[in-house]
């Protein structure tokens, strides 16, 4: 890039960057930050997201950071930017080696971390596959070893909001990942490099790590013997260099750093959280990590593995309990350095969602009850060449976190340990995540429905085989049965029976929750509430639905459709339809059994209204109703008119017969059922005559023959011997 390019470029950036108020002679100094968000679940603003940016400043030069900046928002029909508003500055430069941010001079590796927060945002509508992207951008990235020429490039920050079961993100349900503490950036030169962005998850989605590419307005920096995965000095260099290593469970990254090398390195850890199976969010932390040359040798603190106490079989720093079980441990930091003739001193810092207030309140303080304690040397305690702590938590069923689209698998929790010496200019430090992975009890399966019957009242009744729970001790809690009046939902709790032996519910018109459609279909789902105080929702894939059912008449003819209650059927069910008629002043009597959706009733010889239903049987036993359909006759007329036209020859007979139309009526074509109206054959006619061998088509018998004229119909009895 020639001088003039160059010039080019940094004011089109600057104009950039002044319209959202971060001027250039201040963002050059930005070395690090990360965006996520809050889901406000309490009071006037329940639903709502609130933003927040972090950045981290080299603060070796006076500049200034504006009070106000923007939010960038990709890919939502609306919103376009979301200001942040400045709600903290801290000084984070390790304390003890005499300068601060208030003090530094050019050189003096200082940093202060400011913290900005938007109002409460009502955010619509349900992201695209690729998300809605949150950024914030400016000029220009601070020279570091790893990209070339990084003062032509915008610092850019991206958090990523996926869409989840097609949700709504109004209101919110899910709080993104984010760091819990401000990581340790500045290292001596020779000291191994242990670093955590510090990434945690206020809804203990599960999260996966990984080392990703620094961005900039256009993309991907372009690095220079380095790659996002790999970005502090590794055998691209110097074959004798080691690769970066990253724990993609905890986000822990070690590097053993070559004596002697110094610089600045940009690492980018994302955080991906996963719910259900599904990627629901993309947390990145971009920061600018520091070797400074010292004038003398120190170690970082070594960290032994926990002692573990609970579970005893307990190995590592990673852990699986079942909810209930106790978590305990002793951690302990060494560091036998001097300081001249004396020992070394040694803190360490915790973090991590489910600490209790002060770490010794288990009642508060965390995000689920009961919180995790520490006892012995508290964090921020220093003691000569070691300090140790216990580290006790008693989980418990709220630490699983469950969800309506799926089962829980076990929820993560993240406790961050960072020891540090008081070597100076940069005091040593180490850290370790330990994880925690909690279980949920063990579930009973949801039972499967396998009628759904509409009474004449209105009531719909639905039936299954109830389920066994072979737990000790016993898991199970509750059916709770859902309904909606649409297939697809959204699906509405209307009642919970809490005898695992229940095998029915009644859906009444005095339902509290939702009474049935009535003059549409009602769909319905049940699933068992169990395991960890019978939080966990059964995921119930089948959907049934109540018949729909029509009668068309015209004339004398009933045509009748109707919808099933699941396609395929459900186990145990038969594989034919059973057709209902009630007749003026009679009772209900089977017409037909038919395996198809439809059915036409050629048999009523009798005006007015005439009834029916369709039923389905199932071996639980049971039996799938319709509702009601009401057709309307007007047999009489039609029927005396067409019959004095029609003349059937031989009847009885051996099943040839000839059907003949009189005074010109002409025939349009005939329908042969059996006598409970099943159509057996049928056809047009083409002339006043037609011949039918019906001894090749049917048993001896009798049957009902309809034939359709111009002035109506006639239906007689064929008999055949």
Same mark, same amino acid.
């Given at each position: 890039?020639?001088?003039?390019?160059?010039?080019?470029?940094?004011?089109?950036?600057?104009?950039?960057?002044?319209?959202?108020?971060?001027?250039?002679?201040?963002?050059?100094?930005?070395?690090?930050?990360?965006?996520?968000?809050?889901?406000?679940? $309490?009071?006037?603003?329940?639903?709502?997201?609130?933003?927040?940016?972090?950045?981290?400043?080299?603060?070796?030069?006076?500049?200034?950071?504006?009070?106000?900046?923007?939010?960038?928002?990709?890919?939502?029909?609306?919103?376009?930017?979301?200001?942040?508003?400045?709600?903290?500055?801290?000084?984070?430069?390790?304390?003890?080696?005499?300068?601060?941010?208030?003090?530094?001079?050019?050189?003096?590796?200082?940093?202060?971390?400011?913290?900005?927060?938007?109002?409460?945002?009502?955010?619509?509508?349900?992201?695209? *596959?690729?998300?809605?992207?949150?950024?914030?951008?400016?000029?220009?990235?601070?020279?570091?070893?790893?990209?070339?020429?990084?003062?032509?490039?915008?610092?850019?920050?991206?958090?990523?909001?996926?869409?989840?079961?097609?949700?709504?993100?109004?209101?919110?349900?899910?709080?993104?990942?984010?760091?819990?503490?401000?990581?340790?950036?500045?290292?001596?030169?020779?000291?191994?490099?242990?670093?955590?962005?510090?990434?945690?998850?206020?809804?203990?989605?599960?999260?996966?790590?990984?080392?990703?590419?620094?961005?900039? $307005?256009?993309?991907?920096?372009?690095?220079?013997?380095?790659?996002?995965?790999?970005?502090?000095?590794?055998?691209?260099?110097?074959?004798?260099?080691?690769?970066?290593?990253?724990?993609?469970?905890?986000?822990?990254?070690?590097?053993?750093?070559?004596?002697?090398?110094?610089?600045?390195?940009?690492?980018?850890?994302?955080?991906?959280?996963?719910?259900?199976?599904?990627?629901?969010?993309?947390?990145?932390?971009?920061?600018?990590?520091?070797?400074?040359?010292?004038? $003398?040798?120190?170690?970082?603190?070594?960290?032994?593995?926990?002692?573990?106490?609970?579970?005893?079989?307990?190995?590592?720093? $990673?852990?699986?309990?079942?909810?209930?079980?106790?978590?305990?441990?002793?951690?302990?930091?060494?560091?036998?350095?001097?300081?001249?003739?004396?020992?070394?001193?040694?803190?360490?810092?915790?973090?991590?969602?489910?600490?209790? *207030?002060?770490?010794?309140?288990?009642?508060?303080?965390?995000?689920?009850?009961?919180?995790?304690?520490?006892?012995?040397?508290?964090?921020?305690?220093?003691?000569?060449?070691?300090?140790?702590?216990?580290?006790?938590?008693?989980?418990?069923?709220?630490?699983?976190?469950?969800?309506?689209?799926?089962?829980?698998?076990?929820?993560?929790?993240?406790?961050?340990?960072?020891?540090?010496?008081?070597?100076?200019?940069?005091?040593?430090?180490?850290?370790?995540?330990?994880?925690?992975?909690?279980?949920?009890?063990?579930?009973?399966?949801?039972?499967?429905?396998?009628?759904?019957?509409?009474?004449?009242?209105?009531?719909?009744?639905?039936?299954?085989?109830?389920?066994?729970?072979?737990?000790?001790?016993?898991?199970?809690?509750?059916?709770?049965?859902?309904?909606?009046?649409?297939?697809?939902?959204?699906?509405?709790?209307?009642?919970?029976?809490?005898?695992?032996?229940?095998?029915?519910?009644?859906?009444?018109?005095?339902?509290?929750?939702?009474?049935?459609?009535?003059?549409?279909?009602?769909?319905?789902?049940?699933?068992?509430?169990?395991?960890?105080?019978?939080? *966990?929702?059964?995921?119930?894939?089948?959907?049934?639905?109540?018949?729909?059912?029509?009668?068309?008449?015209?004339?004398?003819?009933?045509?009748?459709?109707?919808?099933?209650?699941?396609?395929?059927?459900?186990?145990?069910?038969?594989?034919?339809?059973?057709?209902?008629?009630?007749?003026?002043?009679?009772?209900?009597?089977?017409?037909?059994?038919?395996?198809?959706?439809?059915?036409?009733?050629?048999?009523?010889?009798?005006?007015?209204?005439?009834?029916?239903?369709?039923?389905?049987?199932?071996?639980?036993?049971?039996?799938?109703?319709?509702?009601?359909?009401?057709?309307?006759?007007?047999?009489?007329?039609?029927?005396?008119? *067409?019959?004095?036209?029609?003349?059937?020859?031989?009847?009885?007979?051996?099943?040839?017969?000839?059907?003949?139309?009189?005074?010109?009526?002409?025939?349009?074509?005939?329908?042969?059922?059996?006598?409970?109206?099943?159509?057996?054959?049928?056809?047009?006619?083409?002339?006043?005559?037609?011949?039918?061998?019906?001894?090749?088509?049917?048993?001896?018998?009798?049957?009902?023959?309809?034939?359709?004229?111009?002035?109506?119909?006639?239906?007689?009895?064929?008999?055949?011997?």
């Amino acid at each position: 890039m020639t001088a003039a390019m160059r010039f080019i470029f940094r004011t089109l950036v600057l104009l950039t960057i002044s319209a959202t108020g971060l001027s250039m002679a201040s963002a050059t100094h930005i070395i690090g930050g990360e965006i996520y968000w809050d889901c406000i679940t $309490e009071g006037e603003d329940a639903g709502k997201l609130r933003f927040y940016l972090k950045l981290y400043r080299d603060c070796s030069q006076n500049t200034m950071i504006p009070s106000t900046l923007n939010l960038q928002v990709e890919g939502h029909p609306s919103i376009t930017l979301i200001p942040v508003d400045m709600i903290s500055q801290t000084d984070i430069t390790p304390p003890g080696c005499g300068f601060n941010c208030a003090t530094a001079g050019i050189g003096d590796r200082t940093t202060e971390e400011f913290i900005f927060a938007s109002a409460p945002v009502v955010l619509n509508g349900v992201p695209p *596959a690729q998300g809605w992207r949150f950024i914030a951008s400016w000029c220009c990235r601070t020279e570091s070893m790893s990209i070339t020429s990084a003062p032509n490039y915008t610092m850019t920050l991206e958090a990523v909001m996926y869409p989840y079961n097609g949700e709504n993100v109004y209101p919110c349900f899910d709080s993104s990942p984010r760091s819990a503490e401000a990581p340790s950036i500045l290292f001596c030169a020779g000291q191994d490099i242990r670093y955590n962005a510090g990434f945690v998850d206020p809804n203990a989605d599960s999260l996966l790590f990984s080392l990703t590419d620094a961005l900039h $307005e256009n993309g991907i920096v372009p690095y220079s013997g380095y790659t996002g995965a790999q970005p502090l000095p590794g055998p691209n260099l110097d074959p004798s260099y080691p690769l970066v290593s990253l724990n993609p469970a905890t986000g822990q990254m070690d590097y053993d750093l070559p004596g002697g090398l110094q610089g600045r390195w940009v690492v980018v850890t994302t955080a991906e959280a996963y719910r259900c199976g599904q990627l629901i969010s993309r947390n990145s932390s971009d920061m600018l990590l520091t070797v400074l040359p010292c004038t $003398e040798q120190n170690e970082i603190p070594a960290i032994a593995t926990p002692q573990w106490s609970a579970p005893e079989t307990a190995s590592g720093f $990673e852990v699986t309990v079942n909810a209930g079980d106790l978590v305990n441990f002793v951690l302990e930091g060494v560091d036998t350095d001097m300081i001249g003739s004396l020992p070394q001193m040694v803190g360490f810092t915790a973090s991590g969602t489910q600490f209790g *207030a002060y770490y010794t309140d288990p009642d508060s303080g965390c995000g689920h009850l009961p919180c995790a304690t520490l006892s012995g040397i508290m964090p921020g305690e220093m003691a000569e060449g070691a300090v140790s702590t216990v580290f006790n938590w008693q989980t418990d069923c709220a630490h699983v976190m469950g969800d309506d689209a799926c089962l829980p698998e076990g929820s993560t929790y993240h406790f961050q340990f960072r020891y540090r010496d008081n070597f100076c200019p940069v005091p040593g430090n180490n850290l370790v995540t330990v994880a925690v992975t909690v279980l949920p009890d063990p579930v009973v399966e949801s039972p499967t429905p396998r009628c759904v019957a509409i009474t004449e009242n209105g009531e719909v009744n639905i039936e299954w085989a109830p389920v066994e729970d072979t737990f000790t001790p016993a898991s199970f809690a509750a059916y709770s049965i859902y309904h909606s009046s649409s297939p697809t939902g959204p699906f509405q709790e209307i009642g919970t029976l809490t005898d695992i032996n229940a095998g029915s519910f009644s859906h009444t018109a005095d339902n509290p929750v939702a009474a049935p459609s009535v003059g549409g279909q009602n769909h319905y789902r049940i699933r068992t509430r169990s395991g960890c105080n019978g939080a *966990a929702l059964y995921p119930q894939t089948t959907t049934v639905s109540t018949m729909g059912l029509t009668a068309e008449v015209q004339g004398s003819v009933a045509m009748l459709s109707w919808t099933p209650v699941t396609i395929p059927a459900l186990p145990g069910t038969s594989p034919g339809f059973r057709v209902m008629r009630k007749l003026a002043g009679q009772q209900w009597e089977p017409i037909a059994t038919v395996s198809g959706f439809t059915f036409s009733d050629f048999t009523v010889v009798q005006n007015g209204p005439v009834l029916y239903r369709v039923e389905q049987d199932n071996n639980l036993p049971c039996a799938s109703m319709s509702p009601v359909a009401e057709g309307y006759f007007n047999v009489g007329i039609d029927r005396s008119d *067409a019959a004095q036209h029609i003349s059937i020859i031989p009847n009885p007979s051996d099943g040839r017969i000839i059907i003949r139309s009189e005074s010109g009526a002409g025939m349009s074509g005939y329908a042969l059922t059996d006598l409970s109206g099943k159509v057996l054959l049928h056809d047009s006619f083409t002339d006043g005559r037609e011949y039918l061998n019906l001894a090749t088509e049917l048993s001896p018998g009798v049957y009902l023959l309809r034939v359709g004229t111009k002035v109506g119909f006639s239906i007689s009895r064929v008999v055949i011997h």
